[in-house]
């Protein structure tokens, strides 16, 4: 992926914020705008059942999709347009994905577990993806979007300050403090599980 | 973990050191700990490279798709949602939330006269005397704001919230706090137990947790 595509998600990033504050002021072209822009969570919710091997009826994506949008609209205003809004509803549509499936097949762990020290051969992204949003989720502000952005969106240091206002030095010791609580977290887990 | 080890680990994680470099492999040899730390560490970083591709598959397939169900859903939700907004006038949304906010304060001491939350003791369960909870601690505290006291320097501290049967609680965790005050959602909080334990960590700049003390506290 070259610098012009993570120029273009930029930009786009930047006028899904605009377009989200002039809905939420009431703009009727901006809630247009905004009701396409959300037709990505249906969709990923597709697209993400698909990877999985459908383990959702349509009846269940419709309905899970429905649900979604309800806990998507309670957190738009907290969108900051560090990436895209497709990248900010990833989270919220995988981890509601995740415990849809778990509830409807009664599976007993709530996330895979997924050991640090683990030769990764045959690992699993999809597992992986899953364990990593649950733990990001708990990780909480600014190292959960300091990591999101360093991974997710290949962002440099010097990048990632100036998005989040931080000098980048800042921006370097939030983020090791971020994986290094993730690995130890995620080191806590497989030691209680065995 | 001694500084220069913790310096060393940082500098991996941050790639500016790969982690064969000659003095990186010295120090693993010598050292067990580090060298544990740093194979996590890279699993860590590895695993987030496989969520990431996994994650550009889906966004990349989303993009493609037209007609998934529930799609007809989502014009009509958005409409209604922003219609009820342009409804409400603002005189009335500034009223509602001074309303609450002189309810949230008013309602504690009215319901338990007897209790002033600013101060309660501190009353750590067997924790080191340097860390100290402000609040919630005992009876009638609300759990809104986690605060403490702490005479360490450097690092950061890690709340972690459970049951009274020892479960950890949604929404209960922290992550890294640089100050000494931690606001966990207010929605989850809602859905937490009456009566809760919280463990306080701090942990120094390596990384390494060198302090904890538990409290309770119920509302």
């Not at chain 1, 364990?131 to 190292?143: C, F, H, K, R």
């Not at chain 2, 929404?171 to 809602?190: A, K, L, M, Q």
Request: hydrophobic content about 40%; aromatic content about 6%; some cysteine.
């Amino acid at each position: 992926m070259g610098a012009h595509h993570f120029e273009d998600r930029r930009g786009q990033a930047e006028r899904d914020e605009e377009t989200i504050r002039a809905a939420l002021a009431g703009s009727r072209a901006a809630t247009e705008r905004l009701a396409r822009r959300l037709l990505a969570v249906p969709r990923l919710v597709a697209a993400i059942d698909a990877r999985r091997g459908q383990r959702l009826s349509e009846h269940d994506i419709e309905d899970l999709a429905q649900d979604l949008l309800v806990i998507v609209w309670e957190k738009l205003g907290q969108f900051r347009g560090t990436g895209t809004l497709e990248s900010w509803l990833y989270r919220f549509c995988l981890l509601e994905y995740m415990n849809r499936v778990r509830r409807l097949q009664r599976l007993p762990r709530p996330f895979p577990l997924l050991d640090p020290r683990a030769t990764p051969t045959g690992a699993s992204g999809e597992a992986d993806a899953e364990a990593l949003e649950a733990l990001l989720a708990s990780l909480g502000p600014p190292e959960e979007e300091i990591v999101r952005l360093k991974h997710f969106e290949d962002l440099s240091f010097a990048e990632l300050g100036e998005r989040l206002g931080l000098s980048p030095n800042t921006a370097k010791t939030r983020y090791y403090r971020g994986i290094q609580w993730l690995r130890r977290r995620l080191s806590q887990r497989v030691e209680e599980a065995s | 973990m001694d500084r220069e080890r913790a310096d060393l680990l940082q500098r991996v994680t941050l790639g500016e050191l790969p982690p064969d470099a000659p003095e990186v492999v010295a120090a693993r040899r010598a050292d067990p700990e580090l060298d544990a730390a740093l194979i996590e560490t890279e699993g860590v970083l590895a695993a987030l490279e496989r969520a990431r591709a996994e994650r550009e598959a889906v966004l990349a397939d989303a993009a493609a798709r037209t007609g998934a169900p529930g799609e007809a859903v989502v014009a009509p939700f958005v409409r209604a949602r922003t219609a009820s907004a342009r409804k409400r006038p603002r005189w009335a949304a500034a009223l509602a939330i001074a309303a609450a906010a002189l309810l949230a304060l008013w309602l504690p001491r009215a319901l338990d006269p007897g209790t002033s939350r600013s101060s309660d003791p501190s009353t750590p369960l067997g924790g080191r005397a340097s860390l100290a909870a402000e609040a919630p601690v005992g009876p009638g505290s609300d759990f809104a704001r986690f605060a403490w006291t702490a005479d360490v320097e450097g690092g950061w501290f890690e709340v972690e919230v459970f049951g009274a049967d020892g479960e950890p609680l949604e929404g209960g965790t922290s992550g890294p706090v640089d100050g000494r005050e931690w606001t966990p959602d207010p929605d989850r909080v809602e859905r937490w137990p009456e009566a809760i334990e919280w463990d306080l960590h701090w942990f120094d700049g390596s990384g390494a947790r060198r302090e904890s003390a538990p409290f309770s506290a119920s509302r």
